[in-house]
């Protein structure tokens, strides 16, 4: 009861903070994290550990699979050799390289020990990635690579450690039996991410005009597969991360605009409060884990964590700007007509964001607490308190140093923001789309509509189709849109709903070609919802007069 209470009073914090987060101009997982520490002091809360298990059951699963539904699997496609290269190999590099500076550095660190500790700091985290860099204008392929690289790496790390782990309770480890198991690991995760989306996929084409139910499956699919996965001793994390791919590729064929639409708002207060708590927790936990130390030796330690913090920073940018030079000679050996996408790709501009964006959070925590108190022959673990603490101060100096000046650096590169392009491909699909109504009206347009209704419909999407093409002034727009939103007689109604899905079906022809990037498609899509709910509303108002 008395840990349920301690939940309630988080949950009223992170709400007040949320109300202020915007003035207040920093980072939420930065704010949030701060807040934890300074309550974690306060004498008259007691002392909230965070549980591991909870973390890998109850926060992980939503969060990744929540990021990987709204990723954009086209865009992943493309950028996958960057994806992987950071969420694979530089976290086995890191690891190695963060083993290599503990082991020699830090006194009584075997290398078993440094090992861990790698694994434990080397996965940047999806959340902070994703919430320190929204609305700072990056471009789709920097944030794609960002994002797609925290939902990856976390698998590599936890595999990673659970040898490391193993290697320091048993005493042994052999590297061609680790890298076998780790193929295996991954491939089972993937796979049977696969399989869980694809039956689920299935259930809700089965499911009809039941939106809740919908809702209820959705919140229900991360812990499916991340428990099917971790049953058959695969990675879990692998299995939610390709479910949410999948479904979030086959969404506009198996969910209802009033799915979408409720959807949409439940997860997205879910994953307010589980970010929020965990954040929270994370910062909860320091007073937790230096009552182990003696004063006289936190500086020293804290002078460790500062070290092991500067070995993965320096690292990571080593790292991504020696690939962003490879794989940019490589690019630079193609057709001329991929130039601009050359420029793009080995922009030192965009390397350095990537670079630099290497926040680590809730995993790099949870993993660290969930190290084993005994060893198999029953004795303690060994340096177990110096190891949560580094990854502590990894963690804070990681969200402080790089979430703070992640917008100045952005600022002092004269980066601009990408919203004019962003505004200017959803223009040009409106106008494809309102281009091919018009071609659908005077062509297989279905319904019997009396002649007047017909010629209402075709003058909207024409002066629509005007102005658009045009790029009249937005008092002309507005006047349209308000011309447009008459009280529509029966015939009308029907007439639009139809044209609705129609546009559905374009908008599932240009997501399956690539036309035009998922940005653009689905706020086209979130239209849709809407004009069609209002739609619907009015429907039933006329019969029920």
Same mark, same amino acid.
């Given at each position: 009861m008395e840990n349920f209470e301690i939940v309630i009073f988080i949950m009223t914090v992170l709400i007040v903070l949320s109300v202020f987060a915007d003035k207040i101009k920093l980072p939420y997982p930065i704010l949030l994290v701060l807040v934890g520490l300074i309550i974690g002091f306060a004498p008259f809360l007691p002392h909230l550990a965070l549980n591991p298990k909870i973390v890998f059951l109850i926060f992980l699963p939503p969060i990744l699979y929540d990021a990987a539904i709204k990723t954009s699997w086209l865009d992943f496609k493309k950028e996958i050799r960057s994806i992987f290269t950071l969420a694979v190999t530089l976290v086995f590099f890191t690891t190695v390289s963060v083993a290599v500076a503990a082991h020699y550095l830090i006194p009584g660190f075997s290398w078993p020990l440094a090992f861990v500790l790698g694994a434990i700091v080397s996965p940047p985290d999806a959340v902070a990635a994703t919430n320190i860099t929204k609305g700072l204008g990056l471009s789709r392929k920097v944030i794609t690579i960002i994002e797609g690289e925290s939902l990856v790496n976390d698998a590599s790390a936890l595999i990673t450690y659970r040898y490391a782990i193993a290697a320091v309770v048993s005493g042994t480890f052999l590297i061609w039996k680790a890298s076998l198991e780790f193929l295996l690991v991954s491939a089972g995760g993937i796979l049977t991410g696969l399989v869980i989306g694809f039956i689920l996929v299935l259930a809700h084409k089965r499911i009809k005009d039941n939106a809740t139910v919908e809702t209820s499956l959705t919140l229900l699919t991360p812990f499916v597969a991340y428990l099917s996965a971790e049953r058959m001793h695969s990675s879990g994390v692998l299995a939610v991360v390709t479910a949410g791919l999948l479904i979030s590729w086959r969404s506009r064929e198996i969910f209802t605009y009033e799915t979408r639409l409720q959807t949409k708002v439940v997860w997205d207060t879910l994953i307010f409060?589980?970010?929020?708590?965990?954040?929270?927790?994370? @910062?909860?936990?320091?007073?937790?884990?230096? +009552?182990?130390?003696?004063?006289?030796?936190?500086?020293?330690?804290?002078?460790? =964590?500062?070290?092991?913090?500067?070995?993965?920073?320096? %690292?990571?940018?080593?790292?991504? &700007? *020696? =690939? $962003?030079?490879?794989? =940019?000679?490589?690019?630079? /050996? +193609?057709?001329?007509?991929?130039?601009?996408?050359?420029?793009?790709?080995?922009?030192? /501009?965009?390397?350095?964001?990537? $670079?630099?964006? =290497?926040?680590?959070?809730?995993?790099?925590?949870?993993? *660290?607490? $969930?190290?084993?108190?005994?060893?198999?022959? @029953?004795?303690?673990?060994?340096?177990?308190?110096?190891?949560? &603490? !580094? $990854?502590?101060?990894?963690?804070?100096?990681?969200?402080?140093?790089? @979430?703070?000046?992640?917008?100045? !650096? %952005? +600022?002092?590169?004269?980066?601009?923001?990408?919203?004019?392009?962003?505004?200017?491909?959803? /223009?040009?699909?409106?106008?494809?789309?309102?281009?091919?109504? !018009?071609?659908?009206?005077?062509g297989r347009f279905p319904l019997e509509l009396d002649d007047s209704v017909m010629q209402q419909l075709k003058k909207r999407y024409e002066v629509n189709f005007n102005l658009l093409s045009h790029n009249r002034n937005r008092n002309r727009v507005e006047k349209a849109e308000k011309a447009s939103q008459l009280i529509f007689k029966k015939h009308m109604l029907a007439g639009q709903l139809d044209i609705i899905g129609f546009q559905r079906e374009l908008l599932l022809k240009f997501q399956k070609e690539g036309a035009f990037n998922e940005d653009a498609i689905s706020k086209a899509e979130a239209e849709l919802d809407i004009e069609e709910l209002r739609l619907n509303t009015l429907t039933e108002k006329k019969e029920e007069k």
């Open positions: 409060l589980l970010n929020g708590i965990v954040f929270i927790l994370i @910062g909860l936990q320091l007073p937790l884990i230096i +009552k182990n130390f003696e004063k006289n030796t936190l500086i020293t330690i804290m002078g460790y =964590g500062l070290l092991i913090s500067l070995v993965t920073i320096v %690292i990571r940018i080593l790292w991504v &700007f *020696a =690939g $962003a030079y490879n794989q =940019g000679r490589l690019l630079s /050996k +193609k057709n001329n007509s991929l130039q601009e996408n050359v420029n793009d790709t080995i922009s030192w /501009k965009n390397v350095l964001i990537v $670079a630099w964006t =290497g926040t680590r959070g809730v995993v790099s925590m949870a993993t *660290a607490l $969930a190290l084993p108190l005994f060893l198999s022959d @029953g004795s303690n673990f060994p340096q177990r308190e110096l190891i949560l &603490f !580094l $990854a502590f101060i990894v963690i804070l100096v990681t969200l402080v140093v790089q @979430g703070l000046t992640l917008p100045l !650096l %952005i +600022k002092w590169l004269n980066i601009k923001p990408v919203s004019q392009l962003q505004k200017r491909e959803e /223009k040009d699909l409106q106008l494809l789309i309102t281009e091919n109504i !018009l071609q659908y009206l005077n």
